[in-house]
């Protein structure tokens, strides 16, 4: 898989491959030549209303989690972070504190199903049943 997530506080690595920063806001107490950015996205975090609405609260996080997807659905910039994903490891950095209740988790999520799901020629899903033609009835008299 080439994306990973990882603190912007942790050291940087030659393994993080792409290093991008996907917060709105810059960490404090990270200096740019620390950082060893690749990119920063401000565009792919969740909007100001929804990250202050959010706080980090775990009991929200679900809610946080649907909101946040919907956000990404009409983001070009999701379609920029797949694009550098592809043949490179790309690191998602992000400045919150807990590593399971934060915005780059559900973003690494959205950009791994959208590369997992194989393309398809034909518009109609799977999962929708298949239309029969109407078998010919016999004449009654």
């Known amino acids: 898989m080439p994306f990973t997530i990882k603190r912007i506080y942790e050291p940087a690595q030659a393994g993080d491959g792409r290093r991008v920063l996907v917060d709105r806001l810059w960490p404090r107490g990270v200096s740019k ?7 920063w996205m401000k565009q792919v975090a969740p909007s100001s209303a929804l990250r202050i609405w959010f706080g980090h609260k775990p009991q929200r996080f679900a809610n946080f ?44 999520s959205v950009l791994q199903s959208r ?21 010919p009835t016999a004449a009654r008299d």
């Open 33 to 39: 030549s620390k950082a060893r950015l690749t990119a």
């Open 65 to 108: 989690a649907r909101r946040y997807r919907r956000e990404l659905a009409g983001n070009a910039a999701v379609a920029e972070l797949r694009r550098l994903g592809r043949g490179a490891r790309v690191t998602l950095l992000y400045g919150a504190r807990d590593p399971k209740i934060n915005h780059a988790r559900v973003l690494q």
């Open 115 to 135: 590369l997992s799901v194989p393309a398809r020629s034909s518009t109609r899903s799977r999962s929708t049943p298949r239309r029969r033609a109407p078998r």
